[in-house]
């Protein structure tokens, strides 16, 4: 079975502070990928990353980075110096290889940035 | 610059009158999706077009339908809306690579309203 999970389900923080949501997934498949998807209030799903499993390697995209450890099944995403306009429903997603490209979505984290 | 196009933003109906919604794409990709995501929740895949061969998800209702009459359309088609149809109906698309999982680009949405 293959499963994400989003513990956080709302996170509020003042802006400029650094805030990290989890992301933990359960597959049995060797091969998959792996997504983050921010949606603003609008309702469009925008993407934000894929990694797929054999590249471990971390990722920094400005203010954004992600963290990726198949030894604990996570991956991470970290906003450094949150603005108001990242306030909006994240969801990370899994992929695996064989089927189709069906996304396995987590519940979404709501994250609220205030002034 | 659209992409994923999405019509109308907003449709209201009635109870048990049948509806339709559009999705357009410019990014030639031979795959589309339509999802429904209700109120805090993550979005739920009803099905899936690869190419002309269309693809149901095992718990989608049959009151739900879908036409692809060529690479850049495709229509949801909901015969007879009850009012826990209420939803945003999101369109993706993304090209098949083989085994290659491939991010999926989403429309705006269409946010339905059953009376």
């Known amino acids: 079975a293959q499963k994400v999970t989003q513990a956080q389900t709302e996170i509020s923080v003042v802006e400029k502070e650094d805030v990290t949501l989890d992301c933990v997934y359960e597959?049995?498949?060797?091969?998959?990928?792996l997504f983050w998807y921010k949606q603003p209030p609008s309702g469009e799903l925008v993407f934000l990353i894929r990694?797929?499993?054999?590249?471990?390697q971390n990722e920094i995209s400005g203010r954004y980075s992600w963290n990726f450890q198949k030894s604990t099944s996570s991956f991470n995403f970290t906003i450094t110096a949150s603005q108001v306009v990242d306030s909006a429903v994240y969801f990370c997603?899994?992929?695996?290889?064989?089927?189709?490209?069906?996304?396995?979505f987590g519940a979404g984290t709501r994250l609220a940035v205030h002034p | 610059d659209a992409m994923v196009i999405q019509n109308p933003r907003y449709q209201v109906t009635q109870f048990g009158k049948p509806v339709t919604l559009s999705c357009s794409q410019t990014?030639?990709?031979?795959?589309m999706y339509w999802y429904q995501q209700k109120s805090s929740q993550a979005p739920k895949l009803l099905f899936h077009y690869y190419d002309k061969d269309f693809n149901n998800e095992a718990d989608t209702p049959d009151n739900f339908q879908s036409r692809r009459p060529n690479t850049s359309f495709c229509f949801l088609d909901i015969r007879s809306p009850g009012l826990g149809d209420a939803a945003m109906y999101l369109c993706a698309t993304s090209r098949d690579r083989g085994g290659m999982r491939d991010e999926q680009f989403f429309g705006p949405g269409t946010r339905l309203t059953v009376l």
């Open positions: 597959t049995r498949d060797t091969t998959y990928y």
């Open positions: 990014l030639n990709h031979n795959v």
């Open positions: 997603a899994l992929v695996a290889s064989g089927g189709y490209n069906k996304l396995i």
């Open positions: 990694r797929n499993s054999f590249d471990e």
